[in-house]
């Protein structure tokens, strides 16, 4: 039998042979134009992002004149395309935690590979959307 030192050296030395860039985590900070030339920036809690952990996402909307937009209601809806299913979740909007800042919580990725998300959005401007794809 082989001592335990060896096993978790062994272990460790798995681990350190996986890429360190291979798209298993990603910057958690993205920004995205609306099909209404507004701003939706993304901020997450998580940093970089990480498989299995249910977190919270700050979302940051901005008028097409950069001012905050105040009082939209904000759906996201995603999954990953290349697996033809959703997300294991489903996150909500549960708020405006200040002038122009929503908070999403409930926010979950189960595996890595290329996730598709679209925010919905509506207020006094109308309706638009904004697509965010990364791979994690």
Do not use: C
């Amino acid at each position: 039998m082989k001592p335990p030192t060896l096993r978790i050296f062994l272990l460790t030395g798995l681990f350190l042979w996986l890429p360190a860039t291979n798209g298993w985590s990603q910057s958690a900070t993205f920004s995205l134009t609306t099909s209404q030339g507004s701003t939706l920036e993304i901020f997450s809690q998580l940093d970089p992002l990480a498989i299995n952990s249910i977190h919270s996402w700050e979302l940051v909307l901005y008028t097409a004149d950069g001012a905050r937009l105040n009082g939209a209601q904000m759906s996201v809806v995603g999954g990953m395309p290349d697996h033809d299913h959703g997300l294991p979740t489903s996150p909500v909007v549960t708020g405006e935690i200040a002038p122009g800042r929503y908070l999403l919580e409930g926010v979950r990725f189960h595996m890595p590979g290329r996730w598709l998300l679209r925010f919905d959005v509506t207020s006094a401007q109308g309706r638009e959307s904004a697509t965010l794809e990364f791979q994690l």
